[in-house]
C-alpha cells in the first residue's frame, strides 16, 4: 500500500475479528514499531505481544477488577470515566477482544520515553493498516501502570523493574 | 512510495539543503501529521509552520541565548547537555539550519498531549520520506517551553496561552 493511503486511510478501529492472524504479519507490525525513531537513538521501547487468549482474558478480568474499585470524579478524563463506569457494570473489554496485544514499555525516568513509544505505536498502526488489519492504541494499562496488581501481572509477562506501560496498540 | 518503504527507510537526517521545498510538499506533511490518531480524537495538536528564514535565524539566536544561560549537571540528559556546551561555545543552530521548522503544541493539562503530537510527527516523518524529504525530531522548544523568553517568541507565532510546545520535525 502507498504511505500516503496508510497514512490517510488509517482508522481507530475497535470491532474486529476474533481471529489470530498470521505470525508473519504480527512481526511486520512490530519490525515498524522497531522502526520509529528514539531520542539520542536509545530503542528502548519495549513490546509484549500478548497472543494467547487465556492471558487476555485473565488480563481482562484483572483489569475490570481494578477499574471497579477505582471513582470517578469530577476532572476525571472522559476515557478514563468510561472505563472505569463500564467497569463497576461488570462488562469491560479494555482491548475490545481483539486477538493480539501489544503492550509497549519504556524506561522509568526516560524523559523521551513516551514520546519514542508513541513514535513506535503509529508506525506500527499504519503498519497495520497497510496489511489490511486493523488496530487501536490502548491506554488502559498506561493508566494502571502504578497499579500494583496489574504491575505484577505485566512482571510475569516481561515487563522489567526500570520500566512503565507506555500504550499499545491492539490488533486484529 | 511504499508504506513500509516509507517507515523502513525513514532516518534522522541533520544535513540538508537550505533550498526551501515547494509548498505543496510541506502541506502535505502537515496534512499527514493531522491524519494521526489522538485521544477521545481531541484533534488539539497545533501545527505552528515557520519557512521565513529571517524568523528562524531569530529563534536561534534566541535558542542559543537561553541555552547559554543553563548549566549542565551530572544527570543532565546526553542531547540538553550538547545544546547548553555549544550553546555557550556561540556555535549553536538548533535546528540544523533546516529550511522548515514545524512546531507541535497541545493543551497544558491534557494527560494524551504529548503522544498524540508524536503520532502525528512520525506521520510527518514517514510522509516526508515519502516525499523524498528529509526530517528529524527537534526537541528543542520543548525544553524551552516554560522559558520565559521562548515562550513569548513563540506566542507571537501563535502558541496560545493554553498550549506547551510538544516537539516538531525539521524539513527539507
Known amino acids: 500500500m502507498?504511505?500516503?493511503?496508510?497514512?490517510?486511510?488509517?482508522?481507530?478501529?475497535?470491532?474486529?475479528?476474533s481471529d489470530?492472524?498470521?505470525?508473519?504479519?504480527?512481526?511486520?507490525?512490530?519490525?515498524?514499531?522497531?522502526a520509529a525513531p528514539s531520542g539520542?537513538?536509545?530503542q528502548t521501547t519495549h513490546f509484549i505481544?500478548?497472543?494467547?487468549r487465556e492471558v487476555l482474558t485473565e488480563l481482562t478480568k484483572l483489569v475490570q477488577a481494578e477499574f471497579a474499585k477505582m471513582e470517578v470524579g469530577p476532572d476525571t478524563y472522559v476515557?478514563?470515566?468510561?472505563?472505569?463506569?463500564?467497569?463497576?457494570?461488570?462488562r469491560y473489554y479494555f482491548h475490545?477482544?481483539?486477538?493480539?496485544?501489544i503492550v509497549t514499555a519504556n524506561r522509568i525516568g526516560y524523559g523521551n520515553a513516551l514520546a519514542d513509544s508513541a513514535c513506535a505505536l503509529e508506525n506500527m498502526m499504519i503498519?497495520?493498516?497497510?496489511?489490511?488489519?486493523?488496530?487501536?492504541?490502548i491506554n488502559q494499562l498506561r493508566w494502571l501502570t502504578?497499579?500494583?496488581?496489574?504491575?505484577?501481572?505485566?512482571?510475569?509477562?516481561?515487563?522489567?523493574?526500570?520500566?512503565?506501560?507506555?500504550?499499545?496498540?491492539?490488533?486484529?
Chains 1, 2 share one sequence.
Open 146 to 172: 502504578d497499579n500494583e496488581a496489574v504491575r505484577a501481572y505485566m512482571e510475569g509477562l516481561g515487563l522489567a523493574d526500570n520500566e512503565y506501560i507506555t500504550g499499545g496498540p491492539i490488533l486484529g
Open 96 to 101: 475490545y477482544n481483539a486477538p493480539v496485544l
Open 40 to 42: 539520542s537513538n536509545s
Open 2 to 17: 502507498d504511505a500516503f493511503e496508510a497514512i490517510f486511510t488509517r482508522r481507530s478501529t475497535r470491532r474486529m475479528s
Open 127 to 137: 503498519a497495520a493498516n497497510a496489511l489490511d488489519l486493523g488496530s487501536c492504541w
Open 79 to 90: 476515557s478514563l470515566r468510561n472505563s472505569i463506569t463500564a467497569s463497576k457494570a461488570g
Open 20 to 34: 489470530l492472524p498470521p505470525m508473519e504479519l504480527i512481526e511486520k507490525v512490530i519490525e515498524a514499531g522497531r
Open 49 to 52: 505481544v500478548i497472543t494467547k
